[in-house]
């Protein structure tokens, strides 16, 4: 159960840093927003500044950045995702004519950077909504704009991980093809290096790597690869999400069903309230409870649950709707 590894605070961070502008005086209130996952807070103050450079790439680049992970943390690309792709086309043409302009290696290096990241968001997306001739289309692009931002900038660490997952999940699908798994492995060796860099893309390349090591069930690794990210932000339900799930498939069952009370509640307590999360952390807490035999208390989760008032829309959302499946499946089976 991958989600799409593009969740952190790290593109926000690393859009700051390759800003010419400053933006000190907003930074802070956006980095504490995006933070708290508070992301409508976070574009209406990106938008105010938008209002004043609607050209700026660097500003252009932190809003869909904002966007595409509000997109993931709430599962919602179903409902919103073609909203976001047309954003990403506006922003794809003002990048491409940044870039025709500019002769300057420092910053066409940059815009390379910015334009292959959002066709690879667009990537994303689109294989989210099912249309993968376009997606595989754009992720091929953003590799190409990735590497040739690499060529000009080899200190680019967020290329090299643009690179890295890109050829980790083509190595992964076609393994079968000669020549082939050698993506695949240096993909991986790609998203570990940039793990273990100096660079803030580091976190999001824990992040990345934690599900790579629960989809290979190496527990233990991915449970290492979010520490110092869950201690720094242990509210954050991005990093609590992970260590919740891996603390079920490792049967600590005691600190699964904790962990997944925890993130129930503060998934609830999110506006809009994230119902993917909360799902994924009542279906944590039913899994442990259900292991550990504690019937009667599965039981009063189960009724919890059933209780929600869970909008039509968010049971569009698979995870919504898989998630209530498994726990509805356990109520069926105590009422045999």
């Known amino acids: 159960m991958i989600r799409n590894s593009l969740i952190s605070v790290v593109y926000l961070l690393v859009t700051l840093a390759h800003a010419d502008l400053n933006l000190a005086p907003k930074a802070d209130a956006i980095i504490d927003d995006f933070l708290n996952q508070r992301y409508r807070n976070a574009k209406e103050s990106i938008r ?17 950045n904002v966007y595409q992970i509000e997109l993931v943390d709430y599962e919602s690309y179903i409902l919103h995702g073609r909203e976001f792709l047309t954003s990403v086309d506006s922003v794809i043409t003002v990048f491409e004519k940044h870039l025709a302009k500019n002769a300057v290696r420092r910053d066409s290096a940059k815009c390379l950077f910015y334009l292959g990241t959002t066709h690879l968001m667009k990537a994303l997306v689109l294989a989210k909504v099912e249309e993968w001739l376009p997606a595989v289309r754009y992720a091929m692009s953003a590799s190409k704009q990735l590497k040739r931002a690499q060529a000009l900038d080899t200190t680019l660490y967020e290329a090299c991980y643009g ?18 798994k050698d993506k695949y492995e240096q993909g991986l060796a790609e998203i570990v290096r940039v ?22 069930e190496k527990y233990a690794k ?19 999400r992970i260590k919740a799930r891996v603390e079920l498939l490792r049967k600590n069952y005691n600190e699964g069903a904790a962990l997944g009370r925890r993130l129930a509640e503060l998934s609830g307590q999110r506006d809009p309230v994230n119902w993917s999360d909360l799902m994924d952390g009542y279906q944590v807490v039913v899994a442990s409870l259900d292991a550990m035999g504690k019937k009667k208390e599965c039981l009063g989760v189960i009724r919890t649950v059933e209780g929600l008032n869970i909008p039509c829309e968010a049971k569009k959302i698979e995870y919504v709707q898989s998630h209530l499946d498994y726990i509805m499946s356990t109520k069926g089976k105590y009422e045999k």
């Open 163 to 180: 690179l890295g997952l890109y050829n980790y999940y083509v190595g992964q699908s076609f393994r079968w093809v000669p020549f082939v």
């Open 195 to 216: 793990a273990n860099s100096p660079s803030p893309m580091s976190y999001m390349a824990k992040n990345s790597i934690a599900w790579i090591y629960i989809e290979q």
């Open 48 to 64: 105010t500044i938008l209002a004043d450079d609607p050209q700026n790439i660097d500003v252009l680049f932190m809003y869909l």
């Open 222 to 240: 991915a449970d290492s690869a979010i520490a110092s990210a869950l201690r720094q932000y242990p509210d954050n339900t991005i990093f609590l």
